[in-house]
């Protein structure tokens, strides 16, 4: 069979793409290789999602997205695409072993937390260093951790965890936080929050089974000091999920690696969009990722009734 639409992900981005492509008739197969809802699914509470006047948590938000879009009469396989062929009119897709294919394919694919490369990160890697709070946060309940990061996503999981762990260190490698300034007030007002700035993670240290402490170095003076924590969340950025893509697909990609799209959310290869945070643009929500899984419907409408006119 030859679907109208392969989509690629099951976030918030890939599952709006279902919803709208299938209200508009076209037949449509999603890939998901996790958990549907994506990093949106990975945390405790989404406040700036219009619609909810109260936060509402990942999984939540993300479960009735899942419901909608598989009441819309969706196909949706739990498998990992591993690669792509997307040099015919025919758009291949692989997934063990075996070959689907569209007419059109959606990469909403997202992206992944970026690895801090600090010594013991890898060793320690689900046996106290976590990049999920939401996930994790409760095998540290009354315990001490440690959170790296300065921007939203470091600033909201330290008020999540604050409320869970006896204390928290917020490590962030500058002397000022980019996250919002509404939450920077917020981690300020609790007692158990405390912050250490101009501080880098040297190393993550522990016994054969778990952390136990953390030793930062201080960027302007190299001092180090010793930090005791049984976890280590960490929240230092992101980088795109696009490793069944190679330079032979020849999808344009920017020095970061997000796909590059036009104004349709089309790649430079006719028939292959990009939605949501695998693609480059300025702000990476919820919000954005459903705006592109809307507005890529209109474009595969368009290029599909083309390809099967000629
Ligand atoms: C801790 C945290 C807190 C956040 N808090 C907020 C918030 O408060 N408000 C907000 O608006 N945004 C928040 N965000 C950002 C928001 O979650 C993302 O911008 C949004 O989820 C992006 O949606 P997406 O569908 O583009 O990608 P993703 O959510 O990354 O989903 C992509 C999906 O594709 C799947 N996938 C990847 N590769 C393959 C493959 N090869 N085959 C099959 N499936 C594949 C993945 O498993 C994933 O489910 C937060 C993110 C994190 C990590």
New binding site residues.
Partial sequence: MIYDVII????????TAGIYTRRSGLSVLV?????????????H?????PGFTEPVS?PELMSRFFEQMMNFGVEMKG????GIDVSGEVKKVF?DGEEYQAHALIL??????RLLGAKGEGKYRGRGVS????CDGFFFKDKEVVVVGGG??AL??ALFLGKICKKVTLVHRRDTFRGAKVIQDRINLKDNIVTEMDQVVEEISGDESKVTEVILKNVKTGETKIVPASGVFI?VG?IP?T??LTDENGLERNSQGYLITDEHLMTNNPGVFA????RAKNL??????VG??AAVNPGVEHYLSEVKES
């Fill in positions: 690629i992900g099951a976030g918030p981005a890939g599952m890939f998901e290789n996790g958990t549907p809802g994506g990093q949106a699914a990975t945390t509470a989404i406040e700036n999602y990942g498998k990992r695409i591993e997934a909403a694919s997202g992206a992944s937390p990049y999920c709070a939401t939203d996503s909201q999981e929240f992101y999920n490793e069944y939605a949501g945070d695998v990476r929500q919820v919000a954005t990722a592109d899984g």
